[in-house]
């Protein structure tokens, strides 16, 4: 893919400075099988793809023993041709044209996800955000989803969209630092849908991508 690779490549001995910059060799790798086996691990150490839904990894592990190559396809979806979403109420909507990166720095670290309507950078208002992401709890706090984000945005960028808006829980701080490292503005205090539970309060924050 095209914004793998950028983040390696000094030709001269690491140090810890080195290690810093270039994110232990983090870089974006479209879902594929060389990389299942590591991705397969991870869910089986509880961990979930979905921020959300906590049973998503136990899910997708069915999903993985019963047809591989199917479940590989369904990660790259930009014509939004996979199954329907259901939301934590049971509703179930129309999926987005969408994809997932994986990120990879030697071994599975966590994955980033974009979902868009061709053509505008509106959303539907039951779709919290173009981008999501989740890093493994034993790969945290090393920059690898600041990164992830900083090498996906010059894609999106390439896709037409002027600007992506991503969506937070008030107390997650992790993740609005994620996005104000990469140039993301609050843009407002919202109640999420009823879909999302009553009374959930959460934070929604842009990225410009055009030049100002
Ligand atoms: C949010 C998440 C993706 C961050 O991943 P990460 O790779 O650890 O993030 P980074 O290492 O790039 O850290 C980004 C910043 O957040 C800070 N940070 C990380 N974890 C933190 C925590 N638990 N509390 C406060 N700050 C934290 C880091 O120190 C860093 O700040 P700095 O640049 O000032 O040092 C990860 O915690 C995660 O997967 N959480 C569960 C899923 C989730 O919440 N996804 C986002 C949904 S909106």
Redesign the pocket.
Known sequence: MSGAGTCHGHGHARNSLDAARDNWGMRLVRPGVEYLASYRAALEHAWSPN?TDSAAGRVELERIDADPVAFLAAQDDPEGSGEPITLPDGSVVRRLPGYRRWIWDGDFG?MISLRWQPGTAALPPHVLGHV????VPW?????????ALRELLPEIRGLGLPYVD????VD????Q??IT?NGGVLVERFTMPAAYGPDSPALRWRIELVDQ
């Open positions: 921020t966590g999501g992401y989740a890093v790969k945290r706090r090393r920059g690898l989803a600041t990164a991503l969506t937070t829980d997650n701080l992790a993740s630092k994620v490292a």
